[in-house]
């Protein structure tokens, strides 16, 4: 799979199509990095291991996505956050938000949840749990 992964990593038209705009900008080639460090880490991870390329690719480009809204502060995230908490006692849905989680940091229940999302609004051709490349 790695040989794949050299062949096959995020391109650019990838990481954009997370966004509102269409011409990238230098900031843009820093994230396109991180996804494929990222890309590079995770292979042998088994969920997505197990995951259609396109749909860990994807995956990867997401959660560098939130962790970009993050780092700039845009706060997209925390706006969520801070809504959910106003609405229902706490900051995320199913995970325990009481203890260990600081809404002004990444949290480990933050990438739970947004990985949750992400399989559970995917297309089909993602969830195809047992193809491999």
């Given at each position: 799979m790695k040989e794949f992964l050299l062949s096959n990593p995020v391109i650019m038209d990838d990481w954009l199509k997370y966004h509102p705009y269409t011409q990238h900008s230098q900031v843009d080639f820093y994230y396109l990095r991180m996804c494929n460090k990222l890309l590079k880490e995770s292979i042998d991870e088994p969920l997505l291991r197990e995951t259609k390329w396109s749909g860990f690719k994807d995956l990867i480009c997401m959660l560098l996505c939130w962790f970009e809204d993050v780092i700039s502060e845009t706060n997209i995230w925390?706006?969520?956050?801070?809504?959910?908490?106003?609405?229902y006692g706490k900051f995320l849905p199913f995970y325990d938000t009481a203890v260990d989680y600081y809404d002004d940091e990444i949290n480990l229940q933050d990438v739970r949840f947004l990985v949750w999302h992400f399989f559970s609004l995917a297309e089909n051709d993602y969830l195809n749990a047992f193809r491999t490349i």
């Open positions: 925390r706006s969520f956050t801070a809504e959910h908490k106003r609405l």
